[in-house]
């Protein structure tokens, strides 16, 4: 009887003392920092998914109320009903306003790293962030700017003026321009730029 509990005594303590630091995780590899989430990392999703908006139901929304677009009465009927009547209220495409400012935060988290070893990818978040942002400020007049992307920090951000966005989008681009002017030890930007494959020429003459 001693000699089994001498056994499981064994058994126990070896578990305990080789686990003792299964536990002990301080980094979540599920939810990365990020120092890990590194700019070039960022930039290609970012870029995508904000193109995704843009290039779904943006385009739908811009051709439909250009009248370019029709629906197939052949197929269905009552198609763009709430487009063609107008029928304008606060869920109007508004996955267009929830989408962009869910993906521009990507690139706001781009600007916001830090180290300016990233600066070509910095400018290139500031040159994509004033391309949307001024698509939100076209869609929909004032809009949080200088409070967005704060996440848990600010869940109830203030609504900037929407000519006084204008002007920053403005010297936002300004800010890009001089960053890839003066960013000749920085990192070189790949493939992870699905626009221009790195070719900061073109992101500085916006081409």
């Given amino acids: 009887m001693k000699t089994k509990f001498n056994i499981i005594l ?103 790293y830090d180290g300016s070893e990233y600066n070509n990818h910095k400018a290139i978040a500031k040159i994509m962030k004033a391309y949307y942002f001024q698509y939100l400020v076209d869609l929909y007049g004032d809009i949080p700017y200088t409070e967005a992307h704060k996440g848990i920090d600010n869940l109830t951000p203030s609504y900037d003026d929407d000519a006084t966005i204008y002007r920053s989008l403005v010297t936002e681009i300004d800010e890009a321009i001089a960053l890839i002017a003066s960013s000749g030890s920085a990192t070189a930007v790949g493939s992870e730029d699905i626009v221009y494959g790195g070719a900061m020429s073109n992101w500085a003459t916006c081409r």
């Fill in 10 to 112: 064994l058994v126990i303590l070896t578990i305990t003392m080789s686990c003792s630091n299964y536990l002990d995780i301080n980094d979540n590899p599920n939810s990365p920092s990020a120092d890990v989430v590194t700019p070039d990392l960022v930039l290609a999703g970012a870029l995508a998914s904000t193109y995704r908006q843009q290039a779904r139901r943006m385009n739908i929304l811009g051709n439909v109320m250009m009248n370019r677009w029709g629906a197939n009465v052949n197929a269905f009927t009552g198609g763009f009903s709430e487009e063609f009547s107008l029928a304008i209220d606060n869920g109007f495409y508004d996955d267009i306003y929830d989408g962009l400012y869910l993906t521009t935060a990507n690139f706001q988290a781009i600007i916001d």
